[in-house]
Structures are given as structure tokens and as C-alpha cells.
């Protein structure tokens, strides 16, 4: 602890060297938070939110580019995610400084941002704060389309081995057998009744990992040279980013608990808990990516699960724990998407209960409608973290970092400046062609 906080104060001593403005106030001073929660809890929280079905995504997107590139790109991509994240966090900390106020969600503090940054941005006030809102809704519709793809694959195989010979069923019909189940979940107003969710949610999830990686070390594996060096083709490389990015990054989650930290400051730096925990979680994805790899090959599909032996009992047992644990996570994935659907259009309703209910009913028929549409796991999750997560966690951390530090707070040489702006032009272009490649790819899986 001696050597975190040794390391923590002169990260702190940095932070405080780049702004001299309202240096007398300190926003984390001033949060009203009734519930903090504990270094270790937090920790918990985190590991808890990061690890899902991109995690299961993990050997698909290694073996689109083979063990090298596989291993060096999450890595890569893992401490790009996480700087990224880090100036977000502490152009909101700067901007609460210079507006004096203890908090300021991401839409607010975007639009706050933009206001006071480049003259040539302020008239964009507006539009960006409502990108923001958008893309983080779309984002957690898009979670939910996919766990409904990730529940129809896994039941589909179950079904597939107990069923009569001959005897099969669609992906896309048990999607629609899904849905009910799902919108009766959706209905849930109230966050303490989703708890019990969450709980048996989490035990079926360290079950099925635990099974999971047994069947990759089970047996001997020979590394093959020609794995080291496996890239596909060019086009492999964007849904790559994507399927990275998509596992690595839960905005809403991470700046949730920075808000709510007992001790804020613990989050940020070098060797904060943000930064240790996006380790572990790194050492996870490569360590399963790497192992399904090894194992399957080029064979890996867009959730490890559905490469288990379809004719053991154990590994049917692996993808039904996996299954329940995600499709209990959909009502909170679900209710993040309405309430930021309800905080806009509440006020025009004026909260009537019947437009609520409506409401949470096309929140809950949207992800359905696009699961349905294109049941593919791996293009999905690319299609996701190219345009969604590359816009709220890569490029808007990146301007926002801009305006904050507008005009003349860029450090010696504009270097902030320099940098912030090459976020933004490798953001574009992992977004467009992540975009293009899994749209493409999703194609051409629907006209098989």
C-alpha cells in the first residue's frame, strides 16, 4: 500500500503541475455520495463489468490474426483503452474544477466542454452532447441484441444434441422463444428487485469459466508455428479492434464507479485501481484468446462456448451456465438503455406510467428486431465496439480533453494537443473500417 500511495501521490503531483485553476477546490471533496464504495469493492465491481460475453469473444479475435499479432494487439489496444479512459476521467475531474462543482455526468460535462473549447467547435454544443447520449444507447442496445444471439447459439447446440436425429432448430426462432422471457424481465422498475439476478448471474458465469478453461488445458497442446503469424486477410484486422475493443471497454459501468468511489482519486494514474484492474483483465482475455486459439484454431467461433464438444454432457453444462449468466444480465443492460431513453422523453410524457411501460417495451423489441436481423455473434460484437465504443471511449475523451484544456493548457509544445488529435484520427479510422468490415461480414453470413 506504502508503494501504491508513493506512486499514487506523484501521479496526483502531475495532475495538479498541468492546471493552475482553482487549485483551492477539489471536486471529489464535494460529492454527495450516501453508499461509497471501498477500494476493494470497486475492484470487484470492475472485473465484475468487464468480464462477459466479449471475454468468450476472445479466441475468435485472435485467431483472425494469429498468436503475435493476437497477443501484442489486446495488449496494445488494452493500454490505448485505458488512456483513453484515463483523460476522460481527469478532463471531467479539470472541467469540475473550472465550473466548481463536485460532479458532472458524461453528456453534461460534454456539453460544458464544448462550450468553452475551440470557437469553431461551440456551435456543436448540442450535437456532441447528444452523440453522447446516443452512442452509449445504442451501445446497450447493442449488449442486449447480442446476448439474445449469444442465448439462441448455446440453446441451439443443447437442443441440437437431445433432440431426435435429423431433428433441429433455427438460431433465429429461438431468439423469438427468448424474447417473452426477456420482456417480462424488462418490466422490472425497480434496480433492488434485478439483485437476485446479478447474484446467480455471477455464480453460473465463475462456473462456466472455470469448466471452460479446463477443456482448453485438459490435453497437451503443440504450438504451431504457422498459428504465430495467422493473419486471415486485411479485413480480419478492423473486426479484430472491434472484437478488442467491445470486451475491453464498459464506459457506463467504469465512470459509475469512479463516481461513486470512496476515495476518487485512487482510480486514476499509472498504478491506480483502473489501471491494476485493466491489467488483470488484459492477463484474462490474452490467456483465454491464446488457449482457445491453441486449441481450435481457425475454427474458433464468435463465443468459445459454441466450440465445446457438442457430445459431452460437461460441455452442454458449460454453455447453459454461460447462457443463464448473461441472459440474466440483459434487465440491467436493458434498464441503463431506457433510462437514458426516459430521462429525454419522460418530461414529454410527463412520466405517465403507460407511456413507461411503452417505452420499456420498444427498449426491450429493438435488440430483439436486430438479433433476429443478423445472428452473428463475432461480426456483432466488432459492429459494436468499432462505432460505439470508439466514439464514447476513444474520440469523445479525445476532444473533450481538448476543449478542456483550451487554449493554452496543452503543456509544453501542444503535446496534449498532438496527441489528443492522433487519438482522434485513429479513432476514424478504426471506426469506419470496423464498421465496414463487420457490416460486410454480417452480410455475407445472412446470404449463406
Request: charged share 15%; aromatic share 14%.
Amino acid at each position: 500500500m506504502f508503494v501504491y500511495e508513493y506512486v499514487q501521490k506523484g501521479w496526483d503531483d502531475v495532475i495538479t503541475a498541468l492546471s493552475d485553476i482553482e487549485e483551492d477546490f477539489d471536486p471529489h471533496k464535494y460529492r454527495k455520495i450516501p453508499h461509497p464504495t471501498t477500494y476493494a469493492e470497486t475492484m470487484i465491481h470492475m472485473l465484475k463489468g468487464c468480464l462477459g460475453a466479449g471475454l468468450l469473444a476472445m479466441p475468435n479475435a485472435v485467431s483472425r490474426v494469429g498468436i503475435v499479432f493476437g497477443v501484442l494487439g489486446i495488449a496494445g489496444i488494452g493500454f490505448f483503452a485505458t488512456y483513453c479512459i484515463q483523460v476522460l476521467v481527469l478532463a471531467q475531474y479539470q472541467l469540475c474544477k473550472k465550473e466548481r462543482r463536485g460532479y458532472m455526468a458524461y453528456t453534461k460535462s460534454m456539453r460544458f466542454a464544448v462550450s468553452k473549447g475551440p470557437k469553431i467547435l461551440r456551435p456543436t454544443t448540442t450535437l456532441f452532447a447528444s452523440l453522447v447520449d446516443f452512442f452509449i444507447f445504442f451501445w446497450q442496445i447493442g449488449i442486449c441484441a447480442i446476448y439474445f444471439v449469444f442465448f439462441a447459439e448455446n440453446i441451439k447446440q443443447v437442443y441440437d444434441f437431445y433432440s431426435a436425429p435429423g431433428v433441429t432448430i433455427s438460431v433465429r426462432l429461438l431468439i423469438c422463444y427468448g424474447y417473452p422471457v426477456a420482456l417480462a424481465m424488462s418490466m422490472i422498475k425497480n434496480l433492488k428487485l434485478l439483485t437476485p439476478f446479478s447474484s446467480i448471474s455471477n455464480m453460473f458465469l465463475a462456473v462456466g469459466l472455470l469448466l471452460t478453461f479446463f477443456y482448453l488445458i485438459e490435453e497437451d497442446v503443440e504450438i504451431d508455428e504457422s498459428k504465430m503469424l495467422a493473419v486471415n486477410t486485411i479485413a480480419d484486422i478492423p473486426v479484430f479492434i472491434g472484437i478488442t475493443l467491445f470486451a475491453l471497454e464498459a464506459v457506463g459501468v467504469i465512470l459509475a464507479l469512479e463516481y461513486n468511489m470512496e476515495r476518487p482519486k485512487e482510480f486514476t494514474g499509472w498504478c491506480g485501481l483502473f489501471s491494476i484492474g485493466m491489467v488483470i483483465i488484459l492477463g484474462l482475455y490474452i490467456s483465454l484468446g491464446v488457449s482457445g486459439f491453441l486449441k481450435y484454431g481457425k475454427e474458433c467461433k464468435g463465443s468459445i462456448t459454441l466450440n465445446l464438444p457438442q457430445h459431452e454432457k460437461k460441455a452442454q453444462a458449460v454453455k447453459i451456465a454461460f447462457t443463464v449468466a448473461l441472459f440474466l444480465s440483459y434487465p440491467l443492460q436493458n434498464f441503463v438503455a431506457w433510462q437514458i431513453a426516459w430521462r429525454v422523453l419522460g418530461k414529454k410524457f410527463n412520466k405517465h406510467p403507460v407511456a413507461d411501460y411503452v417505452l420499456r417495451v420498444i427498449i426491450a423489441t429493438i435488440p430483439f428486431g436486430m438479433a433476429v436481423a443478423a445472428p452473428n455473434l463475432g461480426a456483432f460484437m466488432g459492429l459494436l465496439g468499432a462505432l460505439c465504443l470508439t466514439m464514447v471511449a476513444v474520440l469523445f475523451p479525445a476532444v473533450m480533453d481538448i476543449c478542456v484544456y483550451y487554449p493554452d493548457g496543452y503543456g509544453p509544445f501542444n503535446y496534449k494537443l498532438i496527441v489528443d488529435i492522433f487519438i482522434i484520427i485513429f479513432g476514424f479510422f478504426c471506426c469506419g473500417s470496423g464498421v465496414y468490415t463487420s457490416l460486410l461480414e454480417m452480410y455475407e453470413t445472412s446470404h449463406d
